[in-house]
């Protein structure tokens, strides 16, 4: 039987499958298309899903691949320089884009001993005490103790599971595309400064080779089948409506279209069935958050999942996925809607915007923004104690080297400042590190293989209760 069955192959699914991996977990991968995608939805990296790449030592990988933009606020564009004191030692935006993520991402994963198996649609599934039974288009059959859902906002997963899907459906639509022009670069650069603004929006692609463009448009109305891709001519035509011209566009990359379309899950597990990423929550991409927050579901979920298997786990850990990620996608929602507003041109959400455009001049106010949209402003709900506790930690300088280089291997961790503590009965899941860092002010802190502060403090008898919660008996 395998262990877990991640359906998706996306940045979410290899993320899951490389987590995993670092624990020995037998994973396989299902994805149903052939080749790996070209459509380039995403084109950046948000700080703490660097950190993230930073905490798993892929980091030099990414930045050898994307530019580093400084760190700013950007909220419904209206743009605010980075305020003081960023809780973090990444203050930059990676700009990647989507396809060498999933690239590096699938690497990694491979590297590490996941098996995947491309032209594999889930079509069915079902559920008994013992595990998850898979069904493929092919009518084969595979059986797996977990199967996780990463298959996107369409998700076969989701559906099959019966979970709902609560929210608003799609009232405006755009098409993306990338498609070479025929026209000069200042002629191209000219039509699209006339373009009418927001409705049609284009460029030089960020990547690829010279002379291919990346356009946003706006439709006149929403596809009745949005599952159906739209056309190149579609394409073109709705070009040639708002900017007068084609730009004698040719050989296209990939024409796509996507709404703004706000849903949530109701649940995210099922019995042997999890969802994360676009499975569990779509929204409009204002801000660029959302495959940084697959990213992240996938790192919260890994080593939870991880524990199940390897037996060591206490009991809830798996469902503090759930109780910890649904509020932050909930969140995510939320600023979305906001921005969405924000952007109307209609007289209230223009005075609204206004009075916030005046509110994040203040320091605090903007630092509370850019902490949502970049997700170092998170904290899990861990209960009382200090205020590290339930926050991620940043990367942090010790007497020998970093505090990132210690978390490669996807461990707990216990930075020990004193000495004087142990981790005797939790070596096989949590280090010990002993050494000091003139940026912690606390003597000693257990981090979680996801980062998060689970315990601050030196009371021995404390940091046990501390591993017992979170790192099994």
């Known amino acids: 039987m395998i262990d877990v069955i991640v359906a998706g192959g996306g940045p979410t699914g290899m993320m899951l499958a490389g987590e995993l991996r670092l624990h020995d977990v037998n994973v396989l991968v299902l994805e149903k298309e052939t080749e790996p995608t070209k459509q380039v939805r995403s084109l950046g990296l948000h ?13 030099d990988e990414f930045l050898a691949l994307g530019t580093r933009y400084p760190l700013r606020n950007s909220f419904a564009g209206i743009i605010k320089p980075r305020p003081d004191r ?37 079509t069915g599934l079902s559920q008994d005490e013992a595990g998850v039974t898979v069904e493929l288009a092919d009518h084969t059959e595979l059986r797996s103790r977990y199967l996780v859902g990463c298959d996107g906002g369409r998700s076969t997963v989701r559906k099959l599971l019966g979970t709902g899907f609560p929210g608003e459906p799609a009232r405006i639509e755009w098409l993306l595309a990338e498609a070479k022009v025929g026209v000069s670069p200042e002629e191209a650069t000219a039509i699209a400064a006339a373009a009418p603004k927001p409705a049609a929006q284009f460029g030089p692609a960020p990547h690829d080779e010279e002379g291919v463009y990346r356009f946003v448009l706006r439709t006149a109305d929403v596809a009745e089948d949005r599952t159906v891709p739209p056309t190149f001519d579609e394409f073109t035509q709705r070009l040639r409506e708002l900017a007068g011209t084609d730009l004698g566009v040719h050989a296209p990359r990939f024409v796509s279209r996507f709404g703004d379309g706000t849903r949530l899950a109701d649940r995210y597990r099922d019995g042997w069935v999890l969802l994360a990423g676009d499975s569990a929550h779509i929204h409009p991409p204002l801000g660029g958050q959302g495959l940084n927050l697959g990213i992240q579901d996938a790192f919260n979920l890994g080593w939870k999942l991880a524990a199940e298997i390897g037996g060591w786990a206490p009991a809830g850990l798996l469902d503090t996925y759930e109780s910890e990620r649904r509020p932050v996608a909930d969140d995510v929602l939320n600023n979305v809607r906001v921005q969405a507003e924000l952007l109307s041109t209609e007289p209230g959400p223009q005075a609204v915007r206004r009075l916030l455009t005046e509110l994040m001049d203040f320091e605090d106010v903007n630092r509370h923004l850019l902490g949502k949209i970049t997700a170092i402003g998170i904290r899990y709900d861990f209960g009382d104690g200090h205020d590290l506790v339930g926050r991620r930690l940043r990367d942090i300088g010790l007497k020998q080297g970093r505090l990132y280089d210690r978390m490669h291997a996807g461990r707990g961790l216990l930075l020990d400042q004193t000495g004087r503590l142990s981790v005797a009965g939790w070596a096989d899941r949590v280090d010990h590190v002993v050494d000091v860092s003139e940026e912690l002010e606390v003597p000693a802190v257990l981090l979680r293989p996801d980062g998060h502060v689970a315990w601050a403090g030196e009371d021995q008898r404390e940091l046990t209760g501390q591993l017992s919660r979170w790192f099994g008996a």
């Open 47 to 59: 700080a703490r899903s660097v950190e993230i790449m930073d905490q798993r030592g892929l980091l």
């Open 86 to 122: 960023v809780d973090t030692a990444h203050a930059f935006l990676l700009g990647i884009p989507q396809t060498s993520t999933e690239r590096l991402l699938t690497e990694h994963a491979v590297g590490l001993g996941a098996e995947i198996r491309r032209g594999c649609e889930v």
